[in-house]
């Protein structure tokens, strides 16, 4: 996980937390899902269709510079978090596992940002 950009997320978003985390690591798992059809860094043109507009949302938004109405929809949804990026007609759509249980909430933050994907989300993918 880059410091920088977890630092520059924690900014954004006002406080360290594991909602936060959540968002940021969807949105780097979406980036990498993606790599091969972005041009442009800066805007790569991924939108995202979130169960949740709460803190995964910002850490979404920061990381991949949309916005409410221009590339980010929420929808609220409890119960679970979904997050359904697209580009270009393909998609990956995550959904958060549930795990952490009995970890602090700066461990939960780390096994979030560092564990393996799969550990984090079900992942599944459409063409």
């Known amino acids: 996980m880059d410091q920088a950009l ?5 900014s954004f978003h006002g406080h360290s937390c594991p909602g936060l985390a959540t968002g940021v690591r969807a949105a780097l798992i979406a980036l990498d899902f993606f790599m091969d059809d972005i041009t442009d860094e800066d805007s790569p043109g991924i939108s995202c269709r979130s169960s949740t507009s709460k803190c995964p949302s910002d850490g979404i938004r920061c990381v991949l510079n949309i916005d409410d109405g221009r590339g980010l929809t929420t929808e609220e949804k409890p119960g679970e978090l979904v997050f359904d990026f697209s580009k270009d007609g393909k998609h990956i759509i995550l959904t958060s596992r549930p795990g952490g ?13 560092m564990g393996k994907a799969e550990d984090i989300f079900d992942i599944k993918t459409r063409y």
């Not at 977890?6 to 924690?10: L, P, R, S």
């Not at 249980?101 to 940002?113: A, D, P, V, Y």
């Open 6 to 10: 977890w630092e520059k997320c924690v």
């Open 101 to 113: 249980k009995g970890l602090s909430m700066e461990e939960n933050i780390i096994r979030i940002l």
